[in-house]
């Protein structure tokens, strides 16, 4: 008797038989192409998009009133943003969600592309640069050599098709990656006692609704940072924010992609609890505007898995919102004595005095490694090794950030260190050639595997890669301002939550279907 359920492999074949599945290379369907009507919209909205972001924009930001220069660093600066502005575009219309590269272009085009052009016109940063203008002229040209590297391994990428998973390669090891039932489970309960663990800690759910100076006091006083080392704070806070989040995810996936999930009371029971504790501990009032960007992102890419409106309109609006919104979303950092009042004559004044100082960083750390060399990948296994504590690695590297930082002079050292100056302290142009060929390489790859996996072929409401893809595109943004130093604790926590649920056995996740 044949059985009228089908497996995910069976599903996968008859994917590739319905109309608008393209056969992939290696016989693996691809998701569908958007309809005609979509198509047809965007070829509307392509000659606006491009000109808006190409163009129009840049054109503006020219012609702002400034004592810049109108030098090498000026047009190199114009053609990184043009560039940028050209591949977001494509992000954006491309018949293919790509999440993790339009994340990458969407930073790139405002924080490595409009913003320091605006800066640069303006002729004012907001840091200092003590270096010659040539290290300017230095950095922006290697920003644009490492993304037309990140595009090249992207392209490679694209021509390696994905290895097709066959029934007898299924099993430990095989299979795709979905959430074990169990160690869900567990994860759940793991959330709610760090969570709690941590908000105790600092003395109640109050505190978290301040401001982000009152938790960092909080901390401070709590006993658990000890002199030269956050190591353990670090900890602390990162288990008390991240399983609550990846629970979170989790379980809004199952809602989101499973009818028989929204059909059981405790399910979303157990999502409306995960919801409040995470308005707690990952609430925007308590938290950097960068985390709170990728909880906020993460819950609408896992919310709406396979909707392309959504995706466009996160890459579309972020623009505007990284330009307008996100300048001024520091009004919970301090508290009332310490707010510092936003003066703003023009939109483009907050680009050149608050946030966007990656590429002026840049360019003060070509200056710094030019007065005592490379480090021959010290600072990239000083990232690696984030977790060894000061007191025994005595010469366990600071962030490179502060350590550029430091080397200026500066009281204020929590300044940003962007991927390409974490490649180049280590191995200079080299190193920023090859490690953003190879990270263009492992995105592209990974989008390809996401976009399967959202799909009605896909491991179902328990993917793994369904929930780490959007959470590593929210976290894109921390791990490319930087330093990587900072950036490595949660991001390994979230991967050893992740390893901790994961399961291969394929023929479960079709019985949670």
């Given amino acids: 008797m044949t059985s009228v359920h089908t497996s995910a492999q069976e599903q996968a074949a008859l994917a590739v038989a319905r109309p608008g599945w393209p056969r992939a290379r290696g016989g693996v369907p691809e998701p569908p192409e958007q309809p005609i009507a979509w198509s047809m919209l965007s070829r509307a909205l392509s000659v606006p998009l491009i000109l808006g972001l190409v163009c129009f924009l840049p054109a503006v930001i020219a012609a702002q009133p400034g004592s810049g220069v109108r030098d090498t660093a000026y047009w190199l600066q114009l053609v990184l943003t043009c560039y940028a502005g050209a591949r977001l575009a494509t992000m954006i219309l491309s018949t293919r969600r790509r999440l993790l590269q339009g994340v990458f272009w969407m930073f790139v085009y405002i924080a490595m592309g409009v913003a320091p052009f605006a800066q640069v016109v303006i002729g004012q940063t907001p840091t200092p640069m003590v270096g010659p203008r040539q290290d300017l002229v230095t950095a922006i040209a290697m920003v644009l050599v490492g993304c037309a590297a990140f595009d090249l391994g992207a392209l490679l990428a694209s021509r390696r098709p994905l290895r097709r998973r066959t029934p007898s390669t299924r099993g430990p090891g095989g299979g795709p990656a979905v959430a074990h039932p169990v160690r869900l489970r567990l994860l759940v309960l793991l959330a709610f006692a760090a969570s709690a663990f941590y908000v105790l800690k600092l003395g109640g759910p109050s505190v978290f609704f301040s401001s982000r100076q009152e938790i960092t006091e909080t901390v401070a006083a ?228 996401y976009a399967r996996a959202v799909t009605r072929a896909g491991p179902g409401p328990g993917s793994v890669l369904a929930i780490a893809a959007p959470l590593i595109a929210g976290y894109t943004f921390i791990l490319l301002r930087g330093p990587l130093l900072q950036a490595a604790g949660k991001l390994a926590i979230a991967a050893l939550c992740l390893l901790l649920v994961s399961t291969f056995r394929e023929q479960r996740a079709a019985r949670r279907r």
């Fill in 222 to 449: 709590s006993g658990v940072v000890s002199e030269g080392s956050n190591v353990g704070s670090a900890f602390i806070k990162g288990f008390g924010q991240v399983p609550a989040l990846l629970a979170l995810l989790f379980y809004t996936r199952r809602l989101a992609t499973s009818y028989r999930a929204r059909r059981t009371p405790s399910t979303a029971l157990v999502w409306v609890a995960l919801v409040a504790l995470n308005l707690v501990v990952n609430n925007p009032v308590s938290n950097a505007r960068y985390w709170f960007l990728t909880v906020l992102m993460a819950f609408v890419f896992t919310a709406f898995p396979s909707s392309a409106a959504i995706y466009r309109m996160v890459l579309a609006t972020g623009v505007v919102g990284a330009l307008v919104v996100f300048p001024y979303a520091d009004k919970f950092r301090y508290d009332d004595e310490g707010q510092r009042p936003a003066q703003s004559a023009s939109v483009f004044e907050p680009l050149v005095t608050k946030d966007y100082d990656q590429m002026v960083m840049f360019a003060n750390t070509i200056s710094w490694v030019d007065t005592r060399g490379h480090t021959y990948g010290r600072q990239l296994t000083g990232s690696a090794l984030f977790f060894v504590p000061r007191a025994v690695w005595s010469g366990k590297p600071e962030d490179t950030g502060v350590r550029v930082g430091q080397w200026m002079g500066l009281r204020m050292t929590n300044l940003s260190a962007p991927l390409w100056t974490e490649f180049w302290v280590d191995f200079g142009a080299s190193g920023v050639i090859g490690g953003l060929a190879l990270i263009g390489y492992a995105v592209a790859r990974t989008d390809r595997r």
